[in-house]
């Protein structure tokens, strides 16, 4: 069979200049920033930054991360791990959607040491040099025993672990511990922020604003990145070192916001209800029943309407026998038209009261709130019906 090399030659135009020629008339990414490359044929170019840990701001350094319980529980953290063993990463792709043909163009990972906080950056100039990447990335990897991201678990380590995959890696990057900031962040500031993504939680929570004029929109990233590819001019790769290195930098403020209202929400936000409330919800959902119901208890004590709040303490109190305490959370409920607290109190005059003809008044009370409803629940009301002629059948066999 005929090469298919020698087809294209013959049929083909001779190119004039090579990519290669095309890289030599722009502007080589050594001669822009300070950093080196890890190999002879200069296609991964590395970055090393430190710089002293108490000038990242909200801090004093790495003495004041210590994780509270609540987060250990929540992120499944090995109860001996220590700031220092976490690896803080971001990666800039070719693409925003994942999937095999994504590639991890830049890495930046962040670690602290005893006096200061040290930012690598590894960039490909050339995908072809991909596995290279892989093998020092691995090397930096193996020396921690977690990592701290922004969406990491979705989508960093899913799609470098894709990367490990086909070069051949058998290194498991979900085994290893994570704190992953987002899904936190979510948690806490969800219901106040528009958006959690990382700049609106640097503008709003934070009160941090990234320079603009040396940044670049994340949505441009790969197509940058491509062009450069196209014309080897790394001027524009600056921004883009200068968005993964402030990624980093910021994700490590964020966690030590994060550690402190975790260690002492009351304290770090009483005027904050709604995080207040969300913070004791993930209380809540990780089983501390009486710090939840603590800070549930501060947060109505703050804004006794708050509605979430006596909902969820409400049950808490169920759950703990707290029944007196519970009913009066519902009967204060019922007089904002709080469709459960018709349904609690029913239930518990009908199995712990053992009054029938006061179960059936919460019940007729909930099918009111119910047909007031602008969304009529048709389920729900079908419930209550049913209940309701339960309810009187019983009444009228005691009567």
Known sequence: MVDLEIILKSILPERKRSIADLRIKGKQISELVNGRFLDPGEKIFFRDVSFPAEQIPGGEGQDNISFPEILIKYCGL?????????????????????????????????HFEPETFTVHQYFLTDLSAESLLIGYLEKEIGNFRGFVSFNGKSYDIPLLQTRFIINHSDFRLSSLDHIDLLHLSRRIWGSKLESCSLQNL?????????????????????????????????????????????????????LKKITAILENPAQEIASEVAELSRIAKLYEDCREDITAQNLYEAVLTERSEHSFS???????????????????????????????????????????????????????????????????DHKKLMELTNRRDRLSGKLNRNG
């Not at 109860?79 to 163009?105: H, K, M, P, Y």
């Not at 519902?330 to 005059?349: P, S």
Request: aromatic share 10%; hydrophobic share 40%; net charge negative.
């Open 78 to 110: 090995d109860r001996n791990i220590d700031i220092s063993d976490l690896l803080f990463i971001d990666t800039e792709t070719t693409g925003l959607a994942g999937g095999t043909g994504t590639f991890a163009f830049m890495i930046g990972t962040g």
């Open 202 to 254: 640097e503008k709003f929570v934070l009160r941090e604003n990234r320079d603009h004029s040396q940044d670049i929109p994340a949505n441009m990233i790969p197509q940058v990145y491509f062009h450069y590819l196209d014309n080897g001019d790394a001027t524009e790769i600056i921004p883009i070192l200068y968005h993964n290195r402030y990624d980093i930098v910021s994700m490590v403020s964020l």
């Open 310 to 376: 006596r909902k969820r303490l409400s049950f808490l109190y169920k759950k703990n026998g707290q029944i007196d305490k519970a009913c009066e959370c519902w009967q204060q409920a019922v007089t904002e038209d709080e469709l459960y607290a018709c349904e609690e109190l029913a239930k518990f005059e009908e199995h712990v009261k053992m009054n029938i003809a006061k179960a059936l008044e919460w019940t007729l009370k909930g099918i009111e709130i119910l047909n007031k409803s602008c969304f009529l």
